[in-house]
T-cell receptor
Framework: GENVEQHPSTLSVQEGDSAVIKCTYSDSASNYFPWYKQELGKGPQLIIDIRSNVGEKKDQRIAVTLNKTAKHFSLHITETQPEDSAVYFCAGSGNKLTFGGGTRVLVKP | DAGVIQSPRHEVTEMGQEVTLRCKPISGHNSLFWYRQTMMRGLELLIYFNNNVPIDDSGMPEDRFSAKMPNASFSTLKIQPSEPRDSAVYFC?????????????FGPGTRLTVL
């Protein structure tokens, strides 16, 4: 089955700086890669996703890149704000959605 | 839309007791997923249904766990008998796709503590 590795496990950034989270996957058949944000006491919420037919997707301050050859994809958050503080999960599709271990992001004011 | 509804939000029980978690998916969604989240193992898919039919239950830890979806608007996850290692947050999610390759909408979760 699919195996998704996510790094780093924790990330502390200064407000206004950029944050980058990286994931690798094992199943070359995977073609859907969502990113979820989980705030304390809540369920994960989709923030952006990318399919294998594109290499990059952007939505305001959030962007995701995908390298199918290397089997890795990344989340980029620019101009970070305190409300970006949360746990972020990447996932790969395979035959079902498999989540990475999560990255706890802390944005310091 | 109220989103995915889960009950109870918190459950504290003693080892050996039966626990039933409930989920109401978003109306019109035909896929439903049960996840378990722990610090050690992260977010794990336990089972998912498509059109009320269980498709993949390979994530169910053992026979003590069972899940049902009697109709399109209701699902249960039952643990009998419960053990302390079952303590976790259990999430239900629903989606409009059959394979999960579209957005999954998560409920607020049920925090289960087994003493």
């Amino acid at each position: 089955g699919e195996n998704v590795e996510q790094h780093p496990s924790t990330l502390s950034v200064q407000e206004g700086d950029s944050a980058v989270i990286k994931c690798t996957y094992s199943d070359s058949a995977s073609n859907y890669f969502p990113w979820y944000k989980q705030e304390l006491g809540k369920g994960p919420q989709l923030i952006i996703d990318i399919r294998s037919n594109v290499g990059e997707k952007k939505d305001q301050r959030i962007a995701v890149t995908l390298n199918k050859t290397a089997k890795h994809f990344s989340l980029h958050i620019t101009e970070t704000q305190p409300e970006d503080s949360a746990v972020y999960f990447c996932a790969g599709s395979g035959n079902k959605l498999t989540f990475g271990g999560g990255t706890r992001v802390l944005v310091k004011p | 839309d109220a989103g995915v509804i889960q009950s109870p939000r918190h459950e504290v029980t003693e080892m050996g007791q039966e626990v039933t978690l409930r989920c109401k998916p978003i109306s019109g969604h035909n896929s439903l997923f049960w996840y378990r989240q722990t610090m050690m193992r992260g977010l794990e898919l336990l089972i998912y249904f498509n059109n009320n039919v269980p498709i993949d239950d390979s994530g169910m830890p053992e026979d003590r766990f069972s899940a049902k979806m009697p109709n399109a608007s209701f699902s249960t996850l039952k643990i009998q008998p419960s053990e302390p290692r079952d303590s976790a947050v259990y999430f239900c999610a629903s989606s409009s796709s059959g394979t999960g390759f579209n957005e999954q909408f998560f409920g607020p979760g049920t925090r289960l503590t087994v003493l």
